[in-house]
């Protein structure tokens, strides 16, 4: 399973298991109403615990999370980084 | 005087000044003023009547501002709709308070009110985006002069019972007046400050900082989603705004995901903390940074328009356990389970007298009266004791509340929720201690024998009531784990041991 289908299973079984989602990685996930912020902020929190790494408060900033690409671009130069 | 009166009274002086500023639009007190009258005038030439509810389920934008004010003119009821509800719970709250008119979002009116069946909502539904023309005219406005009495039903606003049925707090045009006059007052406004709102108008917090800044002459500036903590850094920045307040969860994030403390804010003047209690240390946190800021610590309810104390931030120091002395014209009495008020310094429950609090419930005369007794006074709900200088210290709820990052939740509420699901025999929701929320909403569950020995088949079950869950009520109150129980550990009296539950979780 790739990093982005990992994301994207969490999204879809934890926090908006109701709606029909499509894999879609370039999908603005908070802007298209599948996310809202206290998910977005659960998710944040898991990538974290997930992945090992602690987001940066300069990181933090809606050009990292806004979607599935953006997340995994941001994982890529985080996890390097740690 | 009514709310619209005020506001324009307030447009007449400042007819020029920022009343309003989005993303991608502003408003002046003018041009706020004379759109909510035109739009006012032609929903008056639809058939809206005094008392008539107009529904709001939009993202903050000017529209949906205008159309506030615009029901207020038009002498109907105001109702601010929560738009992370669940088609059907919103559908509860419609059937509830049947609008005449939903002003949506072009987004929400797609995934809120499209699933509904015919003939609801029964009101009509106006599309912000899609009647760009009705929200910015000026023609034709209706008069500032309403036939509304102060005592009527200005707004609204849905707060969840602890049946899980929806309760529609009524504020009159006097209750919300008071407060506003209160926090006017206490803080005070003026048309100089200007305000960050962060909180969304659907809770009675945010419908009151609307209020107080606009019919004070001061501007607001809405921010975005807050789950990105520094762009509501750059944006009290960029506006220089003059106060800004939020539940515990908006300062916890703030401190721990952002630059707020190292940040140099000249113009913030206060910030104020209500809905929950911020820790001490984190209140010392922020004077240590910002010793120059006025920190307020508010307690209220939406019953009570909300506002009942404020802590002066002189005392926030001395005092960060307490939720303050009472506002100007509310009046607080501790009782005892009879209604006779304790010796000072004794726990009782927190009752609340004046103007603020409100006329009812929606429709709903006998839970009306379970609150408001024979004598006018309010029973919160919450428990606490009074100090020598007249503080109040909140100890504890009478009901089973729970607290996570601002919303209220009752556990009997999300309890039922979980028993409506198949295959779920027993539930309880318990709130754990969360260093972000404040607390974490939790379901344990007991299920129809026999309970799967696989790990997998466990979680499978557990993912499916989560599907439950959040397919009925939003993200923000639906419990963020889920433990599943052949039975509940159990006291000699057969009743759920919920501490045992909580180690052994």
Known sequence: MTTQQRIFEYIRTKLNPSSQLQFDPTQNLMGDGILDSLAMMDLIVWLEQTFSITVDTDDLVPENFATLDAMTNYLAKACSVA | ?505
């Not at chain 2, 803080?187 to 108008?201: K, Q, R």
């Not at chain 2, 800044?213 to 807050?226: E, K, M, R, W």
């Not at chain 2, 209220?408 to 929701?429: K, N, T, Y």
């Open chain 2, 1 to 505: 005087m009514l709310l619209q009166e005020r506001l324009h009274d307030i447009a007449g002086r400042f007819p020029d000044k920022l009343a309003l500023g989005f993303a991608h639009e502003s408003l002046t007190f003018a041009e706020l003023d004379q759109r909510s009258r035109a739009l006012a005038a032609r929903w008056r030439d639809w058939g809206v009547r005094p008392g008539d509810r107009v529904g709001l389920l939009a993202e903050p934008c000017a529209a949906v501002v205008v159309a506030f004010w615009a029901a207020l003119y038009a002498d109907a009821i105001a109702v601010h709709l929560n738009e992370h509800l669940a088609p059907e719970a919103l559908g509860d709250i419609l059937d509830d308070c049947e609008p005449v008119i939903v002003v949506a979002s072009r987004r929400y009116a797609t995934q809120k009110l499209a699933q509904r069946g015919p003939g609801t909502p029964r009101g009509r539904i106006l599309v912000v985006e899609d009647e760009p023309e009705m929200f910015a005219r000026s023609e034709g406005q209706a008069s500032a002069a309403a036939t509304a009495a102060e005592t009527d039903i200005a707004a609204i606003v849905y707060t969840s019972g602890s049946t899980g049925t929806p309760k529609g707090v009524c504020l009159s045009h006097r209750n919300l007046n008071t407060t506003v006059q209160a926090v006017a007052t206490h803080m005070p406004i003026t048309s100089e400050d200007s305000y960050l709102m962060v909180v969304p108008l659907h809770y009675v917090h945010g419908l009151l900082q609307l209020l107080v800044h606009t019919l004070c002459g001061g501007s607001i500036h809405f921010a975005p989603d807050f789950v990105f903590p520094n762009v509501v850094v750059d944006q009290l920045v960029r506006t220089r705004v003059t106060g800004f307040s939020g539940v515990p969860y908006h300062f916890v994030a703030l401190m721990d995901r952002s630059r707020f403390l190292e940040t140099d804010l000249p113009d913030l003047r206060w910030i104020a903390v209500t809905g929950g209690r911020l820790p001490a240390e984190r209140i010392a946190q922020i004077r240590q940074a910002k010793p120059g800021l006025q920190l307020h610590v508010w307690y209220g309810q939406t019953e009570c328009a909300p506002r009942v104390t404020a802590l002066d931030p002189r005392r926030v120091d001395r005092k960060p356990d307490s939720a303050g002395s009472p506002v100007p014209g509310v009046k607080v009495l501790i009782v005892d389970e009879t209604g006779r008020e304790v010796p000072q310094g004794q726990v009782g429950e927190v009752v609340v007298c004046g103007e603020n609090v409100m006329v009812g419930y929606w429709r709903q005369p006998e839970a009306t009266a379970r609150v408001i007794d024979s004598l006018g006074r309010l029973h919160t709900g919450d428990w606490g004791w009074l100090d020598e200088e007249g503080d109040l210290f909140l100890t504890g709820r009478r009901d089973a509340m729970i607290k996570s990052a601002g919303e209220r939740i009752f556990a009997e509420e999300i309890e039922a929720v979980l028993l409506q699901c198949e295959g779920v025999l027993d539930a309880v929701v318990l709130g754990v201690p969360d260093d972000l929320a404040g607390e974490r909403i939790e379901a344990h569950v007991r299920v129809v024998p026999p309970l799967p020995h696989e790990e997998e088949a466990i979680q499978h079950l557990a993912d499916r009531i989560r599907r439950h869950c959040l397919g009925k009520v939003p993200f923000a109150r639906a419990p963020k784990a889920y433990h599943i129980w052949a039975d509940f550990p159990r006291k000699p009296n057969g009743k759920v041991d919920r501490p045992r539950m909580l180690a052994g979780r």
